[in-house]
């Protein structure tokens, strides 16, 4: 496998840490440029394990995607060989607040490095391995009734500002590739869950708050559905795509295990309960359920059968196993739990980052 340089952005944020802590193991010729605004979600604690042999492969640059004259630098100092966009605002609940903050950086955010990454690409168009790589989400697709899945070939019909966001940078990034040619692939996962997750999504926040025997808010009557995808699965996906994915194509990416929000909640309340020697029972006393969000997609269901049958990946996590994985790095690093609760991981960059 030949030695890349890439630029990741978003790079601090839940999948993009675990992108690049997964991808600087598995190629150990690579190098990493990580280009990330540090937004509330964005946290170098999350990357604050990467073994040291492994440090000087990943360059941290602290930046918006928005930002043309970083963007230009970036691409003439760096020879890049593609580039794997997560940077964005990734939270549906706050895309129904503040829903310009989603139009500002992930279509117009995405449309910066759109027009950086062409002219960069333009002028090595022999680099036949060059992809512009946009991970983004199934919720493009609106909501599923009881039956049916997502396919590559499903109608766009986002639901909330958010996955309409997604949508319009899902459609320039096309466009892109429409008109000028760059080399671009699209993948639309599902919902992820594992390590380092902000607390703000349904799986760490109910672990959180079962932990703290705080109440367990379940929107409307739990009854919706997602299809929940492990991160390490996706990571080992996004590569799998990004080094063997065909210009112009979209790739549908999910775990394979669907199931019901309230589900999922007593599986947490069950699990941390015996973790932490509990009576059985105990945290399913926290459930409360509160008025539903507004636009509440029913249910997400994806069909995986393209990357399973063009480029041989599936999931190989199972959902018990990788949700008791993620309970127990919840509870194993209530330290990380404490720096975001107090804002102290705000303030890592200026008291270790810039004295390494
Ligand atoms: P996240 O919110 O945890 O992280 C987003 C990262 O982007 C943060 O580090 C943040 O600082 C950075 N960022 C935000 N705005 C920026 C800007 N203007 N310039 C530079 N950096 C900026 O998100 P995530 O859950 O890791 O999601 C990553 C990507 O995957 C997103 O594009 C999201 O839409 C997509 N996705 C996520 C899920 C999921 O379940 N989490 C599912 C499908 C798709
Ligand atoms: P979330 O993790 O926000 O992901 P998304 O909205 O992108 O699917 O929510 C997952 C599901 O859990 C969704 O159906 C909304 C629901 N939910 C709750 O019931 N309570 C909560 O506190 C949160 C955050 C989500």
């Known amino acids: 496998m030949a030695s890349r340089k890439i630029l990741v952005t978003g790079g601090a944020g839940f999948i993009g840490a675990n992108f690049v802590r997964y991808t600087l193991q598995e190629r150990d010729d690579w190098q990493i440029v990580n280009l990330d605004a540090l937004t509330y979600a964005g946290n170098l604690l999350n990357l604050k394990d990467i073994p040291v042999d492994q440090q000087k492969r990943h360059h941290f640059v602290h930046g918006d995607i928005r930002d043309k004259k970083l963007l230009a630098d970036l691409f003439s100092r760096h020879n890049f060989n593609g580039v794997i966009h997560f940077a964005a605002e990734s939270h549906v609940d706050r895309s129904i607040t503040g829903p310009m903050a989603f139009v500002d950086t992930n279509v117009g955010g995405t449309c910066e490095l759109l ?54 940078s899902d459609h320039f990034v096309r466009a892109y590739h429409r008109t000028y040619g760059l080399p671009v692939v699209i993948t639309n996962c599902s919902n992820n869950y594992g390590p380092y997750q902000f607390p703000e999504k349904l799986i760490p926040l109910m672990i959180l708050n079962v932990v703290e025997l705080q109440p367990l808010p379940v929107y409307g009557q739990g009854k919706n559905v997602r299809d929940w995808l492990y991160v390490l699965d996706h990571c080992q996906a996004l590569l799998r795509v990004f080094e063997q994915g065909e210009p112009g194509q979209t790739y549908n990416i999910g775990g394979g295990q669907e199931s019901a929000n309230i589900d999922i909640v007593r599986k947490i309340c069950a699990m941390v309960d015996n973790r932490l020697g509990r009576a059985p029972g105990t945290s399913e006393e926290l459930i409360t359920f509160v008025k539903d969000r507004p636009g509440h997609d029913f249910r ?57």
């Open 300 to 356: 997400y269901a994806i069909n995986a059968a393209k990357i399973s049958r063009e480029l041989n990946w599936q999931p190989a996590y199972t959902f018990d196993s990788a949700l008791r994985n993620t309970v127990d790095w919840y509870l194993n690093n209530m330290e990380w739990v404490k720096a975001i609760r107090t804002g102290e991981y705000r303030n890592w960059l200026e008291l270790n980052y810039k004295q390494r």
């Open 115 to 168: 027009r950086a990454g062409l002219a960069h690409w333009q002028k090595r168009k022999e680099d036949a391995a060059f992809r512009f790589h946009h991970v983004s989400t199934d919720e493009v697709y609106g909501s599923l009734g009881e039956e049916g899945s997502f396919s590559e070939d499903s109608p766009y019909d986002p639901s909330s500002p958010y996955s309409a966001s997604k949508a319009a």
